[in-house]
């Protein structure tokens, strides 16, 4: 079936460029190589200033005219890595990169199904979800399980995504279009720079699909610790919301739901601190606190919950839909 389309890429000129961060990945870098299709015309892998210089190594021992090795003069991150691969399969022209990571936990052969959506005009962007099948979730390590549930929600808050899950999954498709009006100095570099792309597609309004896939967990070792970083992410995912939101609903656009945020806002922050302003002088004086006083309390803050719960189903609806751009969709339709 995708050799169909395969030739409606030649036909359309529609090129398919890989993106491969590297830094210390020597053990299965070529590995990854040997596995990426016909259906990718251009493999970019990016060398970060890695200590087992990964790129010249593939140089030395993999031949595949596909491969252009760039390399990092200093560690800028796996985001770094990709924002560089990202720019350079933009000018060579690209249609649409993909990104794979070098330590074999995302088997190459998925990359058709990553860039089918896309292909068909059925998405901007698309990315794995290790989710789907509940018999793979038991191979995870619980602390991975725990700690994607914890990020995923922190996510679906941050980005405006709440259809998709496993946000830090690595393994993604994007149309060169889109890639090309990320802000790429902006993104972060680190461990966050998946969860900040979400973000930055949805100031775009793109389409993201979620793929499902499996992850290979062998030898390797990941640097991600949960622990460290979960500080860290809890501070951007805030961030990164209280932008999304001034930026959807008050600077580009004013609606309904921005005078609930408003008004629910209004309401909770009066009636917790009445609440507990007249709970503290109760305390204070020895007395218990009137019905009434906790009805004035309470009531506000009834009101203000539902405004909020009514401002956040309309953000859940109103997620992006409608992809930005499409090159084979035409001709399957024709097909059709």
Same mark, same amino acid.
């Given at each position: 079936?995708?050799?169909?389309?395969?030739?409606?890429?030649?036909?359309?000129?529609?090129?398919?460029?890989?993106?491969?961060?590297?830094?210390?990945?020597?053990?299965?870098?070529?590995?990854?190589?040997?596995?990426?299709?016909?259906?990718?015309?251009?493999?970019?892998?990016?060398?970060?200033?890695?200590?087992?210089?990964?790129?010249?190594?593939? =140089?030395? /021992?993999?031949?595949?005219?596909?491969?252009? @090795?760039? #390399?990092?003069?200093?560690?800028?991150?796996? !985001?770094? %890595? &990709?924002?560089?691969?990202?720019?350079?399969?933009?000018?060579?022209?690209?249609?649409?990169?993909?990104?794979?990571?070098?330590?074999?936990?995302?088997?190459?052969?998925?990359?058709?199904?990553?860039?089918?959506?896309?292909?068909?005009?059925?998405?901007?962007?698309? =990315?794995? /979800?290790?989710?789907?099948?509940?018999?793979? @979730?038991? #191979?995870?390590?619980?602390?991975?399980?725990? !700690?994607? %549930? &914890?990020?995923?929600?922190?996510?679906?808050?941050?980005?405006?995504?709440?259809?998709?899950?496993?946000?830090?999954?690595?393994?993604?498709?994007?149309?060169?279009?889109?890639?090309?009006?990320?802000?790429?100095?902006?993104?972060?570099?680190?461990?966050?720079?998946?969860?900040?792309?979400?973000?930055?597609?949805?100031?775009?309004?793109? #389409?993201?699909?979620?793929?499902?896939?499996?992850?290979?967990?062998?030898?390797?070792?990941?640097?991600?610790?949960?622990?460290?970083?979960?500080?860290?992410?809890?501070?951007?995912?805030?961030?990164?919301?209280?932008?999304?939101?001034?930026?959807?609903?008050?600077?580009?656009?004013?609606?309904?739901?921005?005078?609930?945020?408003?008004?629910?806002?209004?309401?909770?922050?009066?009636?917790?601190?009445?609440?507990?302003?007249?709970?503290?002088?109760?305390?204070?004086?020895?007395?218990?606190?009137?019905?009434?006083?906790?009805?004035?309390?309470?009531?506000?803050?009834?009101?203000?919950?539902?405004?909020?719960?009514?401002?956040?189903?309309?953000?859940?609806?109103?997620?992006?839909?409608?992809?930005?751009?499409?090159?084979?969709?035409?001709?399957?339709?024709?097909?059709?």
């Amino acid at each position: 079936m995708i050799n169909k389309y395969i030739i409606n890429q030649r036909k359309k000129n529609i090129k398919v460029a890989v993106v491969i961060p590297c830094y210390n990945v020597k053990r299965q870098i070529i590995d990854v190589l040997k596995k990426i299709g016909p259906e990718v015309d251009k493999i970019f892998v990016i060398d970060d200033c890695c200590p087992e210089q990964s790129g010249e190594f593939v =140089k030395n /021992n993999y031949k595949d005219k596909r491969i252009v @090795i760039l #390399k990092n003069e200093i560690n800028k991150g796996v !985001g770094g %890595a &990709v924002m560089r691969g990202y720019a350079e399969a933009c000018k060579d022209g690209a249609t649409v990169i993909v990104k794979v990571d070098g330590d074999g936990q995302m088997d190459p052969s998925l990359i058709k199904k990553f860039i089918r959506p896309i292909l068909e005009g059925r998405a901007d962007y698309t =990315k794995g /979800n290790r989710f789907f099948d509940l018999s793979e @979730i038991k #191979k995870m390590p619980k602390i991975r399980i725990f !700690g994607n %549930a &914890v990020l995923s929600f922190m996510s679906k808050l941050s980005t405006g995504y709440w259809n998709i899950f496993d946000p830090t999954n690595g393994y993604t498709a994007i149309h060169a279009d889109v890639a090309r009006h990320l802000p790429f100095d902006k993104i972060s570099n680190r461990y966050f720079f998946e969860t900040d792309m979400l973000f930055r597609l949805n100031t775009l309004r793109a #389409k993201v699909v979620d793929i499902p896939m499996n992850a290979l967990y062998a030898d390797e070792e990941s640097n991600l610790k949960i622990s460290r970083i979960l500080g860290e992410f809890l501070f951007k995912h805030c961030r990164n919301f209280f932008k999304r939101i001034f930026y959807n609903y008050f600077l580009r656009d004013l609606n309904v739901a921005s005078f609930e945020l408003i008004i629910g806002t209004f309401f909770l922050i009066f009636g917790f601190s009445y609440g507990v302003f007249h709970w503290i002088n109760s305390m204070k004086r020895g007395v218990i606190t009137s019905s009434g006083t906790v009805m004035l309390s309470a009531l506000p803050i009834i009101i203000g919950l539902q405004f909020v719960l009514n401002f956040i189903s309309y953000d859940i609806y109103s997620q992006p839909g409608d992809i930005l751009y499409s090159d084979l969709n035409g001709d399957e339709n024709e097909h059709n």
